[in-house]
């Protein structure tokens, strides 16, 4: 299996462009595969550079309905009409992020909506023996406190995005599985523990956002659960690697308990081989 970073929010790569967004390059021994597109279409230029062919791909997951992991979505679709995309169906909403000053939309193009390979999901899907998307994730533990300013819009008002429309992927390579999410914005150890509902243990490797970065600052409170999940996350023999929405002042203290067992993500870098 090799997993490499298209983009993501951080200098990696000599040359490859890096944006407030996050998309992987897969393969496997039956797919190659996108995990998101990024916010524009920088992570198509980054694939050159790196000498990937994207008109290969025959699978595109989207993790979840914002526009930092749809927004070269259509772009791609104009160099690769073929490839399957899978989508939760209720990714296709309005979504806002509330602030005082008002309402911004990050929801995504609704174009995408139009797309003729889009497969709208309602729940878990098996694609195949190597791919499986889950979705649905009921825990509430350490939910990100920054959710609460994420809304999605209805007819009559604005009201609390609960993220029914996040999906995960999980890769599996012989007895390997590499979990991979966008943002977990209903929480990584949520997360985990719905995959271990399924697969009765830990993947290999998480491949995630953590979804802690806050630009006012943390709290006493923030920085225990940053801690503590930092902790519950060192227990597994799990590989984790991480970027985007984490945070770098979230990542060194998770670093400082966790080790090698957490590594960073960079544009326009490897992750696995």
Same mark, same amino acid.
């Given at each position: ?21 996050? =998309? ?17 279409? /920088? ?11 994207? &008109? ?5 997951? #989207?993790?979840? &309905? ?5 927004? &070269? ?6 160099? %690769? ?8 169906? =209720? ?11 008002? /309402? ?14 889009? $497969?709208?999901?309602?729940? %878990? ?22 959710? $609460? ?30 979990? #991979? =999410?966008?943002?977990?914005? %209903?929480?990584?150890? %949520? ?20 979804? @802690? ?40 203290? @998770? ?8 590594? /960073? ?9």
């Amino acid at each position: 299996m090799k997993i490499i970073n298209l983009i993501e929010d951080t200098r990696g790569r000599e040359g490859c462009a890096f944006e407030h967004g996050l =998309s992987f390059y897969i393969e496997t021994e039956k797919h190659k595969l996108l995990m998101d597109t990024g916010a524009t279409d /920088a992570f198509l230029k980054n694939a050159a550079i790196l000498g990937i062919d994207l &008109g290969q791909v025959d699978t595109v997951v #989207l993790s979840h &309905g914002h526009y930092d992991h749809t927004g &070269g979505l259509l772009a791609f679709a104009e160099q %690769n009409s073929e490839a399957d995309i899978y989508l939760q169906a =209720s990714a296709g909403e309005a979504y806002y992020h509330w602030q005082e000053e008002g /309402a911004r939309y990050i929801g995504m193009d609704k174009a995408i909506l139009s797309l003729p390979k889009l $497969q709208l999901l309602t729940g %878990n899907r098996k694609i195949d023996e190597e791919l499986f998307l889950f979705s649905h994730i009921s825990g509430r533990r350490f939910w990100a406190k920054s959710n $609460q300013q994420l809304k999605r819009k209805t007819k009559e008002r604005f009201c609390q995005d609960e993220f029914d429309h996040e999906q995960c992927l999980v890769i599996t390579e012989r007895d390997n599985h590499v979990l #991979l =999410s966008g943002c977990a914005h %209903n929480g990584i150890l %949520n997360i985990l523990d719905a995959y271990r509902a399924i697969y009765h243990g830990d993947p290999g490797a998480v491949i995630s956002g953590f979804h @802690m970065a806050q630009k006012e600052g943390y709290t006493e409170e923030d920085q225990r659960i940053i801690r503590q999940t930092a902790e519950e996350l060192k227990q597994t023999d799990t590989v984790f690697y991480t970027g985007h929405c984490t945070g770098k002042a979230a990542f060194d203290q @998770m670093k400082e308990i966790m080790g090698e067992q957490l590594r /960073a993500i960079h544009s326009g870098e490897e992750i696995l081989h």
